[in-house]
């Protein structure tokens, strides 16, 4: 009987997540054929650099933080394509040309991009809020981006750290006070005079 060596061996347990992801990435693109393509390149990335993962968290943690970036790239590919519906008879030429007026202007205007002000504070809010979360304690501050940002279940963050769930929320709670306090120094104060 052989060994299975490593990489086999996070190959079988990928797998066993598939269904999971590909649950997970439909409920985010809303397309099947994008959610595909999401978990396919999540497990390209895992497979090309198992040694990536160090066992810090579990497999599924780690899958899932590299599909949430795939996610939000396949997102970022979509906004940027422009789709045209093409009808029987019609070449692509025809289809593209008919986005714009003889002037060549476009036949519909362009949606309203926001002010560049109201962004560029917004960018800063969350680079603010960034600083704010690496300053929490490495234990409050995980479980913080476990719960918020991975939307892992207390359930599973209290398996994974082996913590009991009323420990948990008391370590969710003081996390959102001392970001709240950070905010309010760092951010908001500062948006008063200004």
């Not at 066993?16 to 595909?36: G, M, T, V």
């Not at 906004?79 to 476009?106: I, M, N, Q, T």
């Not at 359930?155 to 905010?183: H, P, Q």
Request: charged share 30%.
């Amino acid at each position: 009987m052989s060994a299975v060596n490593p990489t086999q061996e996070i190959v079988i347990q990928i797998e066993a997540l598939r269904p999971d992801l590909l649950r997970f990435a439909r409920l985010q693109l809303r397309n099947d054929a994008w959610a595909e393509d999401a978990v396919q390149e999540t497990m390209i990335a895992v497979l090309q650099r198992p040694d990536a993962f160090a066992g810090q968290s579990s497999l599924k943690t780690f899958v899932i933080g590299i599909l949430k970036h795939k996610i939000i790239d396949q997102m970022r590919a979509v906004k940027r394509e422009v789709h045209l519906e093409v009808e029987d008879g019609d070449s692509e030429s025809d289809a593209f040309d008919s986005l714009f007026l003889k002037d060549g202007h476009f036949r519909d205007p362009q949606k309203d991009w926001g002010s560049p002000d109201t962004l560029l504070q917004q960018q800063q809010f969350f680079e603010i809020l960034q600083i704010c979360v690496d300053k929490l304690p490495k234990s409050i501050g995980r479980i913080f981006m476990m719960r918020e940002w991975l939307e892992l279940e207390t359930e599973e963050i209290c398996k994974e750290l082996g913590i009991s769930t009323s420990n948990c929320w008391v370590m969710l709670y003081r996390a959102r006070m001392r970001l709240k306090e950070c905010l309010e120094l760092n951010w908001f104060n500062t948006k008063i005079g200004t």
